[in-house]
């Protein structure tokens, strides 16, 4: 009893049959309508270059002089005029030919050039074959360049594979250029111990799994771990992107699947690599939209993975970051039997892959990258290698000989918030606005004491389109968040609001991102996290992704979505009030603060510290002269 995945040769056949016949046909039809399109061209410039006319016209022309050149076509008189009465376009006339005994002793009396018919019936039946097969040849061949361009291929080449292959053994990465990913390596390894001593395993009974789904983020290093599995086995790898199999001809994608996997099975040991295998591998489920040619390619891709034997040691790896769409039979043990979960990096994690990628970097003796780490929780590999980069290329624009932990912050802002925007210049009220608006979110944070520390606070103008910010640095990583500490995220979000009011008496378009970030917030303490009173442990809200920022999806009715928004408004009012409560109490530290900064444009968390600090000493000493007073 054969499985109905199980790939055979009529099997394959019937499958090569129809994508040729369809082949054959579009190119039939594509040949048909270029050759009519073309024959009508020729209709319109012989229209155009060539005009009938009447007999006795053609005499008029004669007896004025008007023509210089007569050919016998057979049929017809070909007249050639002696003036031409359109621009650069050679018009000539032509009218039949008829028994006028006349007509030869005034073409010899007018002096006109007589070219007389000779009949030759061999060239012109050649010329007519040239010129009808030549528009097809060109034709043909401009339909195979476009099918070499689609396919990889010839035209009998349609589906061949795309796949690139380091067919050296090398991919010139290893485990040691991956860190941060320290359980997913660890998973990997035994794979490519089992590639290395293959005998040892099947000593015992154990099988190679056949494929292995490295799911995550993107940025998380999820292609890197298949180079390095690859590289530390020395074994040929075969990579290509899931978008590859996937063309405008039905039966293209299972082409290049097959064509791969034999190749594969040629190369073995190997391993192959597919890239967003979401691509290809999306649920049959008619929700998600039918699709022939991508449904033909999963079901090819489920064959030869079930086609693969055991002693073969060939490897599948895949990557995604959308694993909640992939379909079931693509999952299941015997074809993906290992589901790598690549991570967001945390503390420790970033401080790796801080120094891998520093390690051909020249730092100098103030760079703590423990701090960077800190600064950036939540980034990936890419993000903080693209910083390395950029505090490389800062520390040589400065003209410094190493890179100092200054240009690391910088990059890091540069990554995250965009490079200064030194040409736009505020006037002297924004300025004045936005350094309350900045100095209301820091100063709330300092005064809560379930915030995070404050790093920095400028008023320079960013290219993401920040006219100013605030960088918080935690002291320490964080993977729990209190309902305390949430609320007190919620109060600094609308602190620069609140401080716009309480100073300027009214409010401004620059609070918008803080809006939106504390309402997000409060609507997750309701619907996810179970924090609002009002629905308890009630879950009425999840993702659509777990690893893309696709937002949410309400699970309940239209009443209590209505709810929902009424409680959430309950704790952005509340939140805000509290916020205009900590201004309004510490109202000079705001206004000096604020002041500080209007002038120096950028301060540091320590200087607003400093000044906090100051202020607070000078009020309880004034507090206390008031009170001796008083007694």
């Known amino acids: 009893m054969n499985d109905k995945n199980t790939p055979t040769g009529d099997g394959d056949n019937n499958h090569k049959a129809p994508k040729n016949r369809q082949s054959i046909v579009i190119f039939l039809v594509f040949m048909l309508v270029s050759f009519l399109a073309l024959n009508f061209v020729q209709r319109m410039m012989s229209d155009v270059s060539s005009k009938e006319i009447r007999y006795d016209e053609f005499i008029d022309m004669l007896e004025e ?53 000779i009949q030759d019936t061999f060239s012109a039946l050649v010329w007519q074959v040239v010129w ?33 292959v380091y067919i050296e053994k090398e991919t010139g990465v290893t485990f040691k250029d991956v860190a941060g990913q320290e359980e997913a390596k660890e998973s990997l390894v035994e794979v490519v111990d089992f590639l290395h001593n293959p005998e040892r395993y099947a000593e015992i009974g154990a099988k190679l799994p056949k494929g292995a789904l490295l799911v995550g983020p993107p940025g998380t290093g999820k292609t890197l771990l298949a180079k390095a599995v690859a590289g530390e086995a020395h074994v040929p790898f075969f990579s290509l992107s899931g978008s590859d199999f996937v063309e405008m001809f039905v039966g293209v994608g299972a082409s290049r699947v097959r064509d791969l996997f034999e190749e594969a099975k040629k190369n073995a040991p190997c391993i192959i690599f597919i890239d967003e295998i979401d691509a290809i591998g999306k649920s049959r489920d008619s929700k998600l939209g039918g699709n022939d040619e ?134 002297t009220e924004e300025r004045k606005i936005v ?32 006219l100013g910010y605030v960088m918080h640095v935690p002291e320490e990583e964080k993977y729990l968040n209190t309902k305390k500490e949430i609320e007190a995220m919620l109060v600094g979000y609308l602190g620069g609001r609140a401080a716009e009011e309480l100073v300027f008496e009214t409010v401004t378009t ?20 179970g924090m609002s009173e009002k629905f308890g442990l009630m879950g009425l809200e999840s993702k659509e992704s777990l690893y893309l920022n696709n937002g949410t999806v309400l699970n309940c009715s239209d009443e209590t979505a209505a709810e929902v928004d009424s409680e959430v408004m309950r704790i952005l009012k509340e939140s805000y009030a509290e916020a205009k409560r900590l201004l309004s109490e510490n109202r000079d530290c705001l206004d000096k603060i604020a002041e500080f900064l209007i002038e120096k444009e950028t301060i540091t968390g320590k200087e607003f510290m400093e000044i906090f600090h100051k202020v607070k000493a000078e009020e309880d000493g004034y507090q206390q002269e008031e009170l001796i007073f008083a007694e």
């Open 132 to 164: 009808s097969l030549l528009p097809l040849l060109l034709i043909w061949v401009a339909f195979g360049y476009l099918m070499r361009r689609m396919g990889g291929g010839g035209m009998m080449g349609v589906g061949k594979s795309k796949a690139k």
């Open 510 to 529: 620059g609070a918008a991102n803080d809006i939106q970030q504390a309402t997000k917030m409060a609507r997750a303490m309701v619907t996810q996290y």
């Open 294 to 427: 991508r449904e033909q390619t999963l079901n090819q891709l489920l064959a030869e993975m079930d086609g693969f034997e055991s002693n073969k040691a060939c490897l599948v790896l895949a990557a995604t970051n959308r694993p909640e769409i992939l379909d079931q039979a693509l999952l299941r043990p015997g074809r993906f039997d290992r589901r790598i979960i690549v991570e967001r990096p945390d503390l420790k994690g970033r401080v790796d892959v801080l120094k891998v990628h520093a390690k051909n970097v020249r730092l100098d003796e103030t760079v703590d990258l423990e701090g960077i780490a800190l600064a950036t929780s939540g980034a990936v590999g890419s993000d903080l290698a693209n910083m390395i980069n950029e505090a490389a290329i800062l520390a040589v624009k400065n003209g410094r000989q190493a890179v100092s932990q200054k240009d690391l912050f910088e990059a890091v802002e540069v990554v995250l918030m965009g490079k200064e925007k030194k040409d736009r210049i505020l006037s």
């Open 435 to 466: 350094s309350y608006h900045e100095v209301g979110h820091a100063l709330v944070s300092a005064l809560q004491k379930d915030s995070e520390p404050v790093q920095k606070i400028t008023i320079v103008p960013r290219t993401m389109g920040a």
């Open 65 to 117: 002089d008007k023509v210089e050149k007569v050919e016998d076509t057979g049929t017809t008189w070909q007249i050639t005029p002696r003036t031409q009465p359109v621009g650069n376009v050679e018009l000539t006339y032509y009218t039949g030919k008829m028994n006028d005994e006349e007509l030869l002793p005034l073409l010899k009396e007018k002096d006109i050039e007589i070219t007389p018919y």
